[in-house]
């Protein structure tokens, strides 16, 4: 996961930074790629929905309780939840792949146009007018649609809000990441008017947190306490991830264009973004990771369990930008841990990206 980040993020830097689209292709490969990540998450929620409706069966037929029930679908929501992502990962590799390919310089360049990503297959049967055209036809048939899709990838800051504050913090405020990737679809509320979009998809968090002064986590009963380590510890990380569908109420003032026959074209992302909603989803897993040296040998210890964390996360989050590229704020509504005695909430900043 951490090379495909930096991959990714390096990739990611040059196009909004440079505004030039590299690579014959690319786009249309990560929307294969993303065409991928959705069907398998449809799939996934297919069979579960199955599953549960045999599980109410059995309930109306008084084989099972009803609390034997709810733990039944618990677990098969946990395990068609580690479905999606053990396949997803097969997905994540080829997108590692490709972004490596483009940041190798593989991929043949080409341009930016209209204000957009984009990137073509040009025809040596066409001259350059005529592919410009071509490919106008196309953006203009996308322009068209209500309804767009979009690869999301997030990146930044991970904390945790102690006391409504993340002042004096237990945890590296540097070294304490999240990611976030997944697809959103962008619906066009109005029919005639481009402001406002509803956007929804489903997204994978991984939310990590580096605690300070050589201390790990460790479960005392229902207690998960921070503890001093007697080892010199060389890296101690806590990760959570989790499946999430995220909800927002989209400002776009992306003006629209006409097209060569007149009609109006409803872009989007190509101007000042706004957006504000929430996510709700499941944790898949918990594990911690301690690094450190003994009798001259590097030793890595990962440790997967509950930790005593909430299964379920929700919250609030908003973001902020132009045209792909937004500063995104997110916020867990209930604590990371279930009983602990103090309160602490997750808390991540950092920067978007929504690749049409």
């Known amino acids: 996961m951490r090379n495909f980040t930096i991959y990714l993020a390096i990739a990611l830097c040059l196009i909004a930074g440079k505004l030039v689209a590299q690579g014959t292709s690319f786009e249309d490969r990560v929307r294969l790629i993303s065409n991928k990540i959705e069907s398998i998450t449809k799939e996934e929620k297919a069979a579960l929905k199955d599953e549960i409706e045999e599980v109410n069966k059995e309930l109306e037929a008084g084989t099972i309780t009803k609390a034997q029930a709810d733990e039944k679908k618990m677990k098969l929501a946990e395990t068609r939840s580690k479905n999606i992502e053990t396949r997803i990962s097969q997905a994540q590799e080829e997108l590692k792949d490709l972004v490596k390919q483009k940041v190798d310089g593989k991929l043949r360049d080409s ?106 986590f460790v479960n005392n009963g229902d207690q998960t306490d921070l503890e001093t380590s007697t080892i010199n510890l ?16 989209e400002f776009d003032f992306t003006k629209p264009g006409i097209s060569t026959d007149g009609k109006k074209l409803f872009r989007t992302h190509e101007s000042v973004r706004f957006g504000i909603g929430g996510y709700a989803g499941v944790r898949v897993k918990s594990k911690q990771i301690l690094k450190y040296s003994e009798d001259g040998h590097d030793i890595t210890v990962r440790e997967k369990g509950g930790f005593n ?18 500063l995104y704020l997110k916020y867990d509504l209930n604590p990371l841990f279930k009983d602990n005695s103090i309160k602490q909430n997750n808390v991540s900043l950092g920067v978007r990206f929504d690749l049409n």
């Open 234 to 249: 060389k890296d101690s990380r806590f990760r959570n991830v989790y499946l999430t569908a995220p909800l927002h109420l």
């Open 111 to 216: 341009e930016y146009h209209r204000g957009r990503f984009s990137i073509t297959f040009d025809s040596p049967n066409r001259s350059k007018e005529e592919n410009r055209k071509y490919w106008d036809s196309i953006y203009n048939n996308r322009s068209e649609r209500r309804t767009t899709s979009q690869f999301v990838f997030a990146m930044g800051l991970n904390n945790l809000v102690t006391n409504k504050s993340v002042a004096n913090s237990d945890y590296r405020y540097w070294g304490s990441h999240f990611y976030e990737w997944g697809v959103t679809w962008n619906s066009r509320i109005m029919k005639n008017n481009n402001l406002l979009h509803l956007k929804y998809g489903v997204s994978v968090m991984y939310n990590n947190l580096r605690p300070t002064d050589n201390r790990y």
């Open 309 to 326: 964390t909430n299964d379920f996360i929700y919250g609030v989050s908003t973001y902020l930008g132009y045209g792909s590229t937004s």
